[in-house]
């Protein structure tokens, strides 16, 4: 824990810092802040149980969605819904900084159940 009390853990290759808990409140709100380098890009997973929020808060991002390709700068936000494959590329010199916003799903705020090429898994973040 550091000196402002928020947990922060490394996921893959990005620094993610927990802004809320899922296990704060009462409906599993959950945000968290990623700080992700260029060229940053997690594998293409599917949330079955949740919908996801991505707000840029800076550079620039490219994000795959279903097939479809979208171009991110800062303060731009994209909703993803449950089930719907996805991914993300970090592409400014200065990374990208942005936050994801979900509810429901895993209660487990250190395992996140995830769907790659294909196969399913859990990676734990913690």
């Not at 409140?25 to 997690?42: I, M, N, R, Y």
């Not at 200065?94 to 395992?111: K, N, V, W």
Request: net charge negative.
């Amino acid at each position: 824990m550091s000196t402002d009390g928020l947990e922060r853990i490394w996921f893959l290759n990005t620094l993610v810092v927990i802004r809320v808990p899922p296990d704060r409140g009462t409906d599993d709100l959950c945000v968290l802040e990623h700080h992700a380098p260029k060229g940053d890009s997690p594998p293409l997973h599917v949330h079955h149980d949740q919908d996801e929020v991505f707000a840029l808060l800076a550079g620039e991002a490219r994000f795959h969605l279903s097939g479809r390709d979208f171009e991110a700068r800062t303060g731009d936000c994209l909703l993803v819904p449950k089930g719907k494959p996805h991914s993300y590329l970090a592409t400014s010199a200065e990374g990208g900084r942005f936050m994801t916003i979900t509810r429901g799903g895993a209660r487990d705020p250190g395992l996140q159940a995830i769907t790659v090429n294909g196969a399913q898994a859990a990676i734990s973040i913690q």
